[in-house]
Structure formats: structure tokens, C-alpha cells
């Protein structure tokens, strides 16, 4: 396909579980971004990627958050044990390098910690 | 403190008319602004943006409005169709997003009756 897609769509996990989100992006976009969206709010950002480097992640939550993406590529956004506050919808957004971000957002991965 | 606000939840149109959705930002280094379209279970899909040296950009039925002295900008559709119903994101960016991450209001549902 040539949209951003996200795996798993829906995740429950039980409180103190680790979670693993992942994003394919766009083939050849450079930047890829994550966000985290509670209900009721607009998407607020995680971290952001240019290729491989992880250029700001000033947006994670916590230390139980980490993300990375070692080719350039597909990207991972890993909760550690997970606690119910985790609970939102992550997005990711990939877009071409340039002045104007025009990002392209999957359909996201609803989290449930129960 | 919320940086891009949406300050009405919710917007109901008749088809055919004209719909308005506001979005009001406070700092001023933002100089690029989106809009995107959200359908349930979906990611948001970019609509249009506007950069800060412009104050109008339109797309067929989508008109973007800048007033930067009041840190002001608007999306009007013309005509309303049914299937705009959605809910709409306003966000920004500085320094034309070259960092990456987009700051977004809470949103705005729009309904638009047959």
C-alpha cells in the first residue's frame, strides 16, 4: 500500500505489561514522527525521527517510553510496563524532507491497559 | 497551556451551506499551519495549510484564512457535503516544521445534515 500503516490497530495489555507499536512509513520519506492521542484531545507529539537518528523526543512521557527506528525505516514505539494512564491512541506521521511538513498519518493503534 | 485552540467542540451545517471552523494560536513563531480531517477508526488525513507569508490558500471547496495580527486562521467549505462530516484538526509548526512535530487543537466535529 502507499499510506503509513500501523500494527497492531487495537492492543490490550493488563497493567505492568510491556507493549511494542509499530509503524511502516511511506517508502522513501525521512521523517517519521509519533503521537499520542487521549480521547477528546488532538494528537500531542512523542518523538521524531530523520531517517534513523532520533532528532527529539522531548514529547515522551517517561522513561518507560522508547522509540527507535535502526534502518531508517520501520519504526518501534516500545511502553514499559504499561500503567492505565498509557492508554490512548498512537499515532505515526512520515513525511518527505523539506521546508514544509506535510505529514501523513497511519490509522493508528488504539492502547487499552487495563 | 494550550498553544493551538479550537475553542468550539462541535459545528452543525446544513448541506449546501457555507461551514466555518475557527482555530486561534498563541505563539508567535508558529509560521505554517494544517489542517486535517479525521473520520472515526481513521488517522488524520492533511486537507491544507497555509505558510505564515500568505493569507488565503484555497483547494477547490476549502478556503484557509490567515490573520496573523490575531493569531487567527479559519477553514470555510463551500459548499457543505455530507460527507464532511469529520472532525477537523487545526495545527502548527515554527520554522516551517523543519524540526517536525505539529502542535494541534483539540478539534472541532463537524456535521453536516442532508
Given at each position: 500500500?502507499?499510506g503509513?500503516?500501523?500494527?497492531?490497530?487495537?492492543?490490550v495489555?493488563?497493567?505492568?505489561q510491556?507493549?511494542?507499536l509499530r509503524?511502516d512509513?511511506?517508502?522513501g520519506?525521512?521523517?517519521?514522527?509519533?503521537?499520542q492521542q487521549?480521547l477528546?484531545?488532538g494528537p500531542e507529539?512523542?518523538?521524531?525521527?530523520q531517517n534513523?537518528?532520533q532528532?527529539?523526543k522531548?514529547?515522551?512521557?517517561?522513561?518507560r517510553?522508547?522509540?527507535?527506528r535502526?534502518e531508517?525505516?520501520?519504526?518501534?514505539?516500545?511502553i514499559q510496563?504499561?500503567?492505565?494512564?498509557?492508554?490512548?491512541v498512537?499515532?505515526c506521521a512520515s513525511?518527505?524532507?523539506?521546508?514544509?511538513?506535510?505529514?501523513f498519518?497511519?490509522?493508528?493503534?488504539?492502547?487499552?491497559?487495563? | 497551556?494550550?498553544?493551538?485552540?479550537?475553542?468550539?467542540?462541535s459545528?452543525?451545517v446544513?448541506?449546501?451551506r457555507i461551514?466555518?471552523?475557527?482555530?486561534?494560536?498563541?505563539?508567535?513563531?508558529?509560521d505554517?499551519?494544517l489542517?486535517?480531517?479525521?473520520?472515526p477508526a481513521e488517522?488524520?488525513?492533511?486537507l491544507?495549510?497555509?505558510?505564515?507569508?500568505?493569507?488565503?490558500?484555497?483547494d477547490g471547496r476549502f478556503?484557509v484564512?490567515l490573520n496573523?495580527s490575531?493569531?487567527?486562521?479559519?477553514?470555510?467549505?463551500?459548499?457543505s457535503?455530507p460527507?464532511?462530516?469529520a472532525?477537523?484538526?487545526?495545527?502548527?509548526?515554527?520554522s516551517?516544521?523543519?524540526q517536525g512535530?505539529?502542535?494541534?487543537?483539540?478539534?472541532t466535529k463537524?456535521?453536516?445534515?442532508?
Open positions: 500500500g502507499a503509513v500503516s500501523q500494527s497492531p490497530r487495537y492492543k495489555a493488563k497493567r505492568g510491556d507493549v511494542a509503524c512509513p511511506i517508502s520519506h525521512v521523517s517519521l514522527f509519533w503521537y487521549a477528546g484531545q507529539f512523542l518523538t521524531y525521527f534513523e537518528a532528532l527529539d522531548s514529547g515522551l512521557p517517561s522513561d517510553f522508547f522509540a527507535e535502526p531508517g525505516s520501520v519504526s518501534t514505539l516500545k510496563r504499561t500503567q492505565q494512564e498509557d492508554s490512548a498512537y499515532l513525511g518527505a524532507s523539506g521546508i514544509y511538513n506535510e505529514q498519518f497511519g490509522p493508528g493503534t488504539r492502547l487499552t491497559v487495563l | 497551556d494550550q498553544q493551538v485552540k479550537q475553542n468550539s467542540p459545528l452543525s446544513q448541506e449546501g461551514s466555518i471552523l475557527n482555530c486561534d494560536y498563541t505563539n508567535s513563531m508558529f505554517y499551519f489542517w486535517y480531517k479525521k473520520y488517522g488524520p488525513t492533511f491544507i495549510s497555509i505558510s505564515s507569508i500568505k493569507d488565503k490558500n484555497e478556503t484564512f496573523k490575531a493569531k487567527h486562521l479559519s477553514l470555510h467549505i463551500v459548499p457535503q460527507g464532511d462530516s472532525v477537523y484538526f487545526c495545527a502548527a509548526s515554527e516551517g516544521g523543519s512535530n505539529l502542535i494541534f487543537g483539540k478539534g463537524l456535521s453536516v445534515k442532508p
